[in-house]
């Protein structure tokens, strides 16, 4: 369709699948189990936007960012041009902390820079992000750099700790300001067993989903496209492998 960018997601099999990438500035939900490789693909989804000579953003919520950048140097990726946020939120909602602006405390990072030691989280650290100041945070930081790709992993995470109470009305802004700012957004979800439909899957342009199976006592992953608003896209489940030095790889050879 004319005036509709396409952006490549940096995994050849899944741009198939998305009859050429995702419909660019719009948030999409990257789903999956624990393991099944949402931050891989995430990066890699950030990695290819550096290829093509664009700032990429990686906002780091459930992780420490060094152990973000051990993880993935261990895939063998290499993460040199990708900028990190740190806006894990050390102390758990049910405390009665004052929330503080993150913006105050956290700056985007070069995560080559990052040292490779894991860090140790220190046990009296009291910063809790909101989402409001991570939206500011966010608002500076587009306006600077001119990201045009962002992962947010992950947006569980940021629902959890961050839109306390009005989850609902939090997610619809939080989405309608990604669009708004054209960049094009992963959010990462997990996800448990019984997984049905949800507010983010609703609110979201589309929804790319991992899995995992077991078959004779092996772990099987897999890749489908849940949903894309505005666009066909390929309604086959496909295996996938997390491989080093190349990550996530749809696997079935006619794709
Ligand atoms: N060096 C490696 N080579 C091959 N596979 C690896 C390597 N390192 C990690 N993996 C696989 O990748 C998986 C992790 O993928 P990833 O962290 O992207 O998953 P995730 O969906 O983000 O998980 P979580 O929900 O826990 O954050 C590991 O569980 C492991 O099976
Ligand atoms: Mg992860």
């Known amino acids: 369709m004319k005036g509709i960018n396409r952006v490549q997601t940096g995994i050849k099999g899944l741009d198939k699948m998305l009859s050429g990438g995702l419909i660019s500035e719009r948030p999409y939900i990257l789903s999956g189990p624990p393991g099944s490789g949402k931050t891989t693909l995430g990066m890699q989804f950030l990695l290819e936007g550096i290829k093509q000579g664009e700032r990429v953003l990686f906002v780091a919520l459930e992780e420490p960012v060094n152990e973000v950048k051990y993880n993935m140097t261990s895939l063998d990726l290499n993460l040199k041009g990708l900028d990190i946020?740190?806006?894990?939120?050390?102390?758990?909602?049910?405390e009665p902390t004052p929330v503080m602006e993150i913006s105050s405390k956290s700056k985007v990072q070069k995560?080559?820079?990052l040292p490779d030691t894991i860090r140790k989280t220190s046990r009296f650290k009291s910063t809790v992000v909101s989402v409001?100041?991570?939206?500011?945070?966010?608002?500076q930081e587009f306006k600077r750099a001119g990201y045009k790709r962002i992962v947010i992993d992950s947006l569980t995470a940021l629902k959890y700790f961050c839109m306390v109470g009005e989850e609902d009305i939090y997610l619809q802004s939080f989405l309608r300001f990604?669009?708004?700012?054209?960049?094009?957004s992963l959010?990462?979800?997990?996800?448990?067993?019984?997984y049905g439909?949800?507010?983010?899957?609703?609110?979201a342009r589309g929804e790319i989903r991992l899995n995992k199976t077991w078959e004779k006592g092996q772990i099987k992953r897999w890749i489908s496209v849940e949903k894309i608003r505005g666009s066909e896209h390929e309604e086959k489940v496909y295996?996938?492998?997390i491989r080093k030095g190349?990550?996530?790889?749809?696997?079935?050879?006619n794709i």
């Not at 946020?85 to 049910?94: F, G, V």
């Not at 990462?188 to 019984?194: A, F, G, I, L, Y």
């Open 239 to 241: 295996p996938i492998e």
């Open 197 to 203: 439909l949800t507010p983010e899957i609703f609110l």
């Open 178 to 184: 990604l669009s708004e700012s054209k960049v094009t």
């Open 85 to 94: 946020l740190d806006a894990n939120s050390d102390i758990r909602r049910y």
């Open 132 to 139: 409001h100041s991570l939206q500011n945070t966010l608002k």
């Open 246 to 253: 190349e990550g996530v790889v749809v696997l079935d050879k």
């Open 187 to 194: 959010l990462t979800v997990e996800t448990p067993e019984n």
């Open 111 to 113: 995560m080559w820079d």
